[in-house]
């Protein structure tokens, strides 16, 4: 194994920013899990722990005053990294009325209009069109920009996929489609119900590149989302990108996750992202442990923060159910 | 013989039985098999009956509905499952374009014995389309029959019918009381019939129209009211709706109000006002009333109770329209 790998390639405070933004997206989540178990959060709660790499990793390579991100309700890392405070996302969460979409969108409806984070979207594949139209506005007005559009493995499977992919070639945007494929839709193993198994290979259906990823490696996602960025932006040809990831929780707080082995789970959690980056960036003199402790006594620190915010937040007006909406 | 189950308990029952009783009945969705379903109304099933003839799908609402059709026209009886009714829309194609008008289409020569189900309705602390009741959307397609049990005992009669029903029913089941409480049911098989509403109490001053998870919010409304005496229809049909059971109560009555927790304009609670004005009109004593969701998205959990009708608003309108 060739010394100093990493830090021959990257500077440290680019990886340092990496770093704190996984470990910031997780002690939020493990916040949010924890206030869900106390009922302070409702409805459905779909945690991003263990694919922290996909999101980081891929947005480490936009400009958002530029690009934009869209995604879909397993949407928390993608509003953190584009900037979204933890105060106003566990609001959100907690349906308060500081929320970023004043405690109505919840958790699977985060948006950040400021910041290029186009919202968390409930139904599966539904927004896939809806960010292909985003890529076609940046090539109409000709800016210089990108859309990533993230969704599941589940999503492959809607019309809609094969729908935005199709336009998106015949229009020539500047896309990215990125498959988080944590292997399972909801419950359901993906191997059992896709036709192929390598989803990336779908983008040959639309004769655009394909390319798997490995979803654990934050830099790996960085570099495959930096090249197929430039593509987009460069000679208008979309991407498919295959994170292959995984969620260590289940498919929201109220699944058990029996469907899979424990065996499994841990062999994950042997690449855990987090993990994979703090100790190559030790093994490259770029970090000590100490270093890390404090980054993540700060990640916790703005856990708390956010869970407390929330709590002292007041709840929507009745009245706010009338707002924003033609009636 | 029969057990002391819920809603969701009743309806596995009913699959059971149907698969057990007639081989061409077959049940797919997603997660339904080896999960046994996100409410677990399918658990078990995939032990008893194999993975044959119950079996997951991959979330393609469009391909399950539609693949149903090709099915039911050559002699099965599918029973699909869309995990919640939010998530049905991208079958809305199939339904409209195909499932409600393969009879027609056909002339008669080829009818869809299917079956739609989907939990429905909000009070699970979830927000927007995993807690909407759309029905009015599909009960304004001609051809389809549209079914809403309140209870373990019509859940089971009522999906069984379904089942064997020759045309296609979406059969929505009410989440929010899937588990609300349990009520003695026979273990065999046994109907109730579609497009029949259920009289819940009987009452001589006002009719009160629900159905699904409102029912028991109007028992519970009506049982702190001893000085009118209230009429409960459970209209269990939205459509075809059992106009005759609704007009009838309300000539006898004078008043109605429709209770639902679906927006307001435009949907079921205006059908059954006019029916009553065009039936009934003479008979009236006060302006047939609606209380239902506002016309608006369906919202967090700190909002749910100002959206969803409570019992103290029921009653309180029970009274004002007692006192026109």
Redo the contacts between chains.
Sequence with gaps: MAEKRIADKYDRDFLLKLLEEMVIIRRVEEKAAQMYGLQKI???LHLYIGQEAVAVGSMAALDLKKDYVMTTYRDHAHALVAGMSADALMAEMY??ATGCAK????S??MFDAENHMLGGH?????HMPLATGVAFKIKYLEEDGVVLCYFGD???????FHEALNLAKVWELPIVYIVENNQY????DFR???AVHDLYKKGCSYDIPGALVNGMDVLEMYEATKEAVARAKEEGIPTLLEARTYRYRGHSM??PGK?RTREELDEYRKQDPILFLKSDMIHDGLLTEEEYQEIDKKAKKIADDSAEFAENSP??E?E???ED?Y? | MSNKINIVQAVQQALYNEMTLDETVVVYG??VG??GG?FRATVGLQKAFGSERIF?????E??IVGSAVGMAINGFKPVVEI?FM??I??AVNQIVSHVSRYRNRTRGERHLPMVIRAPYGGG???????SESTEAMFAHIPGLKVVIPSTPYDTKGLLISAIRDPDPVLFLEPKRIYRAFRQKVPEDAYTLPIGKAKIVKEGEDITVVTWGAMVPDVQKAVSTIDDISVEIIDLRTISPMDRETIVESVQKTGRILVVHEAAKSFGAGAEIVSVVNEKAFLSLEAPPTRLTG????F?????EK??LPTPERIAKKIREIAAY
Excluded at chain 1, 122 to 126: H, L, T
Excluded at chain 1, 185 to 188: A, I, L, P, R
Excluded at chain 2, 299 to 303: D, H, I
């Design positions: 409702g409805g459905f349906g308060k405690g109505k969108g919840g699977m409806h409930g139904i599966v594949g539904s589940g999503a492959i499977h809607q019309g809609a839709g909801m419950g359901t059992r119900i896709s109220s699944d469907y709840d929507p009745p706010a159910l009338y909406i009636v | 997603q997660d080896v999960e996100v997951d799908t991959p979330l393609s469009s391909a995990q939010g998530f829309y991208p699970i602390r979830a927000l927007e389309l995993h506002f016309d608006t998205i919202p967090l959990p700190r909002g100002h959206y």
